[in-house]
């Protein structure tokens, strides 16, 4: 209550009153709130109770910056630029006043040791983000030398500082090797089928040179098979991320020659980041049955390095080895306990899946195994108990524990069982279950979370898993749903399991009767076309040239490309498995 009366902007994060999630940068620094919450009973608030607790937001340390590289090369007597314009402060803090910064440079001596010459840069205006000089013999710059420069940045009492290495070249005319977007600051995530780009120029100021080659290496003693494409392929280069070692550092050079063979060449340094260690894992008890048992998830003891904190927690399950991940939560959580009922499973055991994250979003996980025993119940009685928890969780509000609930009653009440009987009250408490993910979605944030979207998608997958099941009603809000929490999850990139669940989703609809029919339908065609379109861009966000995704399901083949030109090129057509099978509509 503190928070929605008198911090006014953070007053839309408490529609949830289980819980009051803010996002990173919501809170600002070197600020003390206090949050209260305040519990009664539904029909009246005059018998109550509070809780306080305060939270004291700290403050981060400044990133300082220069773009194009650690290592660099200008020529003698040319006008040249080191940017430190990248440079940021995490906090935004405006109260501290303007960022202030200071240039020095010191001579690279043969033994290793810095000699200052910030006299040097005399002519320059040292206090910018963008340090313009020109090295001359006059001046006292020495051509074949190498200089480190050092920017220092400020903001109140804080500092930092980050230095690259300049080599001065006695051509005056040498060909150019410039590297246009790569952030050297951030740690990289060690990950199969990642990668990250190099964005580079190799440019000649002499018109009568030509660039005639441009090659990439690795440092000394680095494996090669980080590169992701050709060493002399255009801009970008693509680095796999897959062959990296977590918390390493590897050193990329650029090289560029001209027709003469004169050549310069620009290093840059891809530091990888190492997913937390040494915790534990445990889900209690053992056995339980399915919508009745809460079982305790607990991640105990991880650890990580001192700068890659705080740390976060995702819980999830498979129903079958090799299952999509399930996703339990909407976002990653700051506690490591979790308390949750479980799912109907085909072979009555579930893995269990904890994920622990640091900073920078490299995850440790670790799995236990639960056996969930079937819940023995009429029809009749199973919805009236499901009713009764539904109705019971949407008065909590709790919006991620609404989706995990309507998935573990689609699991009792049949989703991919074919052996369930199918009585009118089943399809009644589907609607239910639709009306209750829909309401549930829109407070989960699926535009602001890619694993809130993921939730919501699964949930949904869950709840569609049998088309014959599947009301008008039902198909009409699966469809309009799907359009939008898909468009949104686009932005953030849609992962393996996320998708394959997503084009399940597609594929039963495509089944059930609205489609099946053939009956043309412009708006569910269209929403239908949005929906595949926008998992197609989701599942290739983060690619780049040359990459492609595909999911495949009985009655849906989608396969996404990514050209070097950056275009997304999109098929669908009925799986070869039967192409006898609904397709989509040739209006869509």
Known sequence: TYVRDLVPEL??????????????????????????????????????????????????????????????????????????????????N?????????????????????????????????????LAFTPTTAAGWASDTSYEFTLTVSRGTRSAAYSVLVSVSSDQYM???????????????????????????????????TIEQTAWSVGDGQSAGLLGKPSGAPSPMLVDLGKTRPNAVY???????????????????????????????????????????????????????????????????????????????????????????????????????????????????????????ALEMSTEDLSAFAGDLLSASADTGDSEASLSLVSNVASVIGGTNTSRRRLSTEQELIDDLMGHTISAASLVGTGSSAAAAAQVLFTVSTLTGDP?????????????????????AAKHGIDDDTAAATAATVSSLLS??????????????????????????????????????????????????RTDCGTCLLYTSPSPRDATLSRMPSSA
């Open 468 to 488: 014959a099941s599947l009301s008008e009603s039902s198909q009409t809000g699966a469809i309009g749903l799907l359009r939008e929490v898909v468009g949104d």
């Open 11 to 92: 007053a839309e994060y408490t529609a949830n009153p289980m819980s009051c999630r803010l996002p990173e940068d919501a809170l600002d620094a070197q600020t003390t709130y206090k949050f209260q919450v305040t519990v009664g009973f539904a029909d009246t608030m005059t018998i109550n109770s509070s809780a306080t607790t305060t939270v004291v937001v700290g403050s981060q340390d400044l990133m300082a910056s220069i773009s194009g590289g650690v290592e660099q090369t200008v020529a003698i007597g040319t006008a040249a630029e080191l940017d430190g314009s990248e440079s940021y402060d995490p906090d935004d």
């Open 94 to 130: 405006d109260a501290e006043g303007a960022m202030e910064y200071a240039w020095t440079v010191a001579r690279v001596l043969d033994d290793g040791s810095r000699e200052d010459v910030n006299s040097l840069l005399a002519s320059a205006d040292t206090t910018q983000s963008v």
């Open 251 to 373: 050193r990329l050079k650029l090289t560029v020659t001209d027709s003469i063979g004169s050549t310069s060449s620009t290093v840059v340094s891809l530091t990888t980041n190492g997913p937390p260690t040494s915790g534990t894992f445990a889900v209690t008890p053992y056995r339980g049955t399915a919508l009745e048992t809460e079982f305790e998830f607990l991640l105990d003891g991880w650890s990580d390095d001192v700068d890659d904190y705080p740390l976060t927690y995702t819980y999830g399950y498979r129903l079958v080895q090799d299952a999509a991940l399930t996703p339990l939560v909407a976002d990653q959580y700051a506690s490591a306990w979790f308390l949750t009922t479980l799912p109907q499973a085909p072979n009555v055991n579930i893995t269990c899946v904890g994920r622990v994250f640091d900073r920078y979003l490299s995850y440790a996980q670790a799995l236990a195994h639960a056996r969930v025993d």
């Open 175 to 209: 060909p150019r090797a410039t590297i246009t977007d790569f952030d050297e600051s951030v740690k990289y995530k060690p990950m199969d089928g990642a990668f990250t780009a190099i964005y580079f120029e190799a440019t000649s100021p002499d018109p009568g040179r």
């Open 512 to 561: 059930a009767s609205l489609f099946a029919s053939g009956a043309a339908d412009t708006s569910l065609d269209g929403q239908m076309a949005g929906t595949v379109g926008a998992l197609a861009t989701g599942m290739i966000a983060g690619a780049y040239g040359g990459q492609n995704k595909s999911v495949v399901t009985d009655n849906l083949e989608l396969r996404a490309f």
